[in-house]
């Protein structure tokens, strides 16, 4: 996994990848298509290497959100992992929060995409969530297409399958009002990937 820290600078936010350099990234393994393809959508992403730089991270991304950062999250696990360390950063009301907290289902390689569901989201749509994200993922969780994310979501949660199924896909606000979507569903999002070794979760 050393490719990804050669990666970490990536390519400047907002711009566009020519058609040479998608059809290079059609080539590519998935995992590296994926964070070329989210880093190419204006995506923050950072490798992480464990729970000690991990928190570490998370400490600089509040930071860079400055002091009046306010955090809401649907998931217990991570609320437990940091709430210790900065029980007063979290809030209850989604409305107030500044950044949010989550993970995800799957990160999808060919369009650099994050797909959620009800697990994450709730009943929220994606332009109701506070502006920043901060995803914690796996390796695992990366596939190659968004019918690889839908299948694998449906195998794992077939017996209570979730709702509210969405992708997001904008991660900087367009250049270009061209799509209303975009423009009220951009999030600036910052994705926290973990080495797992469980290739079939």
């Not at 799509?179 to 910052?190: A, D, G, K, L, Q």
């Amino acid at each position: 996994m050393k490719w990804l820290e050669k990666l970490f600078k990536g390519t400047p936010k907002g711009q566009e990848m020519s058609s040479g350099r998608k059809e290079k990234y059609s080539k590519l393994p998935i995992d590296e298509a994926f964070v070329m393809n989210f880093k190419e959508k204006g995506g923050i992403f950072l490798y992480i290497d464990s729970i000690e730089e991990l928190e570490e991270v998370f400490q600089k991304i509040l930071l860079e959100n400055n002091a009046n950062a306010t955090i809401f999250t649907h998931n217990e696990d991570l609320e437990e992992l940091f709430y210790s360390q900065y029980p007063s950063y979290f809030t209850g009301d989604s409305q107030q929060a500044t950044l949010f907290l989550t993970d995800c289902e799957y990160l999808v390689a060919d369009e650099g995409s994050v797909l959620f569901s009800s697990r994450q989201l709730g009943q929220k749509r994606l332009d109701e969530l506070p502006p920043s994200l901060i995803i914690i993922a796996k390796t695992s969780q990366i596939v190659g297409s968004l019918i690889d994310a839908m299948g694998g979501l449906n195998r794992k949660t077939h017996r209570d399958r979730p709702n509210n199924i969405r992708s997001l896909r904008s991660f900087t606000k367009p250049k270009e009002k061209d799509s209303i979507f975009y423009e009220n569903c951009y999030r600036t999002t910052y994705l926290l990937l973990l080495e797992d070794l469980n290739s079939n979760e």
